[in-house]
């Protein structure tokens, strides 16, 4: 077991070191998308960023475990950040409207989760997995609209593409994950579902770099 604690944590730091490349990567290739809804996903990424660190300081320097606080304000920050650039990217009214809804909706439920949970005691996996669930709607929905227009010809090119796919990379096994993580947590298996958590950040950080190499120029029509 201390094996396994050991290169986690190994894996823990160099995924931290990975963000903040991403969040350089994502500095200089800003041109190509400050002038769309995607110039808030800079903010994104260097708040992740601080936010690691952060907990690594409190964890490590401090010696607390409490720092739940901070990624509970992290989750909502993010989420709804996600949902706004979606809402902002879609066409079709209907569309809009679902994605808008699903803000107010995710906001209603992290609130609503205060009654269950203390905010500085315990992580809101129940909101993490509401929202999770939401964006990966909302990203199919913008995808599907894609799909049924001219775009899909040059969608490689473009930056809210690569986004969209890191996210649905995420995602979409970190639902069940986190389905597992708060009604299994003595299960054996969690510390090997963090490992699989682990890569699966590399993925999405790997994939987000790859996006802003070779994206062209983000723009709102």
Not at 31 to 44: D, E, R, V
Not at 109 to 127: H, I
Not at 168 to 195: A, C, E, G, H, Q
Request: one cysteine or more.
């Amino acid at each position: 077991m201390r094996i396994l604690l050991f290169s986690t944590e190994n894996i823990r730091f160099f995924l931290i070191l990975l963000e903040f490349f991403v969040a350089l990567f994502g500095t200089f290739f800003f041109h190509k998308f400050s002038k769309s809804p995607l110039k808030i996903l800079l903010f994104i990424l260097w708040y992740t960023f601080v936010n690691d660190i952060l907990g690594i300081v409190m964890q490590y320097v401090f010696k607390t475990n409490t720092n739940f606080i901070i990624y509970n304000f992290y989750q909502v920050i993010r989420f709804s950040a996600l949902l706004w650039i979606y809402s902002q990217y879609v066409r079709n009214i209907n569309n809009y409207k679902v994605i808008t809804f699903f803000q107010y909706f995710y906001l209603f439920a992290f609130l609503t989760n205060f009654y269950f949970e203390d905010f500085c005691e315990s992580y809101f996996l129940n909101t993490f997995i509401i929202g999770a669930s939401l964006i990966t709607i909302a990203i199919i929905i913008y995808l599907f609209e894609i799909l049924r227009s001219d775009k899909i010809l040059f969608i490689t090119k473009s930056l809210i593409f690569w986004v969209s796919f890191a996210h649905l990379i995420y995602f979409v096994p970190n639902v069940p994950f986190y389905i597992v993580r708060k009604y299994y947590s003595d299960s054996n298996t969690i510390p090997f579902i963090f490992i699989i958590n682990y890569f699966l950040l590399l993925i999405y950080n790997s994939i987000l770099i790859s996006g802003f190499i070779w994206s062209k120029t983000e723009s709102k029509e």
